[in-house]
């Protein structure tokens, strides 16, 4: 069984930067992927960035510029560093793993098997 912990939210101010982090513990596989979600109030559960072991990286078109993901694989974590925030942006954010994701799927919810609890990221005019 695999856990995550998201940790990094909070209250900001449009423009501020941000920068969450999700640590995985238990039993992980050495090859998984990790990538954020967010779940705005009244919408769908979006993807927003997600990572592979190797390091690449993939993300959502409208997160290009302003979010950035990456990951320690000695300490099974990942980040997502959010610069230039908007009130759209506030969400709650989850991350998720995948111990295989298949080309061309990172952005899918079905490719991710264990999810956190989400963190709460509310941005201010």
């Known amino acids: 069984q695999v856990q995550l912990a998201e940790s990094g939210g909070g209250l900001v101010q449009a423009g501020d930067s941000l920068r969450l982090s999700c640590a995985a513990s238990?039993?992980?596989?050495?090859?998984?992927?990790m990538g954020w979600f967010r779940q705005a109030p009244g919408k769908e559960r979006e993807f927003v960035a997600g990572i592979r072991w190797s390091g690449s990286t993939t993300y959502a078109d409208s997160m290009k510029g302003r979010f950035s993901i990456s990951r320690d694989n000695t300490k099974d974590t990942i980040y997502l560093q959010m610069n230039s925030l908007k009130t759209d942006d506030t969400a709650v954010y989850y991350c998720?793993?995948?111990?295989?994701?298949?080309?061309?799927?990172?952005?899918?919810?079905?490719?991710?098997?264990?999810w956190g609890q989400g963190t709460q990221v509310t941005v201010s005019s």
């Open positions: 238990g039993r992980t596989f050495r090859t998984y992927a």
């Open positions: 998720a793993l995948g111990e295989t994701v298949p080309l061309g799927t990172m952005s899918r919810e079905a490719s991710y098997r264990y």
